[in-house]
């Protein structure tokens, strides 16, 4: 399992960025993806900012960017993107793209991971 992550950047409060993760070495429409966040300072986040499982049409967003995060994915670029608008200084951190073998709804227990793409929001 590949996941490599791009699109991260330093924005200013309220703007946008968009974040890609393209996949490779598993089946995709047997995965769910999705991307954590780690703080400065902290660990990574145990749930994801956003989750999304394509085959069940299912997408999960943390109550913290409701409205301002979009998932969504491209099977046949086999690439997951989360567009990030109204950004906030508290949306930085270094944002992982997560990948494992759905077996249920939820947005934890991930199991591969890419590198991590650095997104900095300035006041």
């Known amino acids: 399992v590949q996941l490599v992550e791009s699109g991260g950047g330093l924005v200013q409060s309220g703007g946008s960025l968009r974040l890609s993760c393209a996949t490779s070495?598993?089946?995709?429409?047997?995965?769910?993806i999705g991307w954590f966040r780690q703080a400065p300072g902290k660990e990574r986040d145990d749930e994801g900012v956003s989750c999304v499982f394509e085959t069940a049409g299912y997408t999960y967003y943390a109550t913290s960017v409701k409205g301002r995060f979009t998932i969504s994915s491209d099977n046949a670029k086999r690439t997951v993107y989360l567009q990030m608008n109204s950004l906030k200084p508290e949306d930085t951190g270094v944002y992982y793209c997560g990948a494992k073998i759905f077996q249920g709804y939820g947005c934890y227990d991930y199991h591969f991971w890419g590198q991590g793409t650095q997104v900095t929001v300035s006041s």
């Open positions: 070495g598993f089946i995709f429409d047997d995965y769910a």
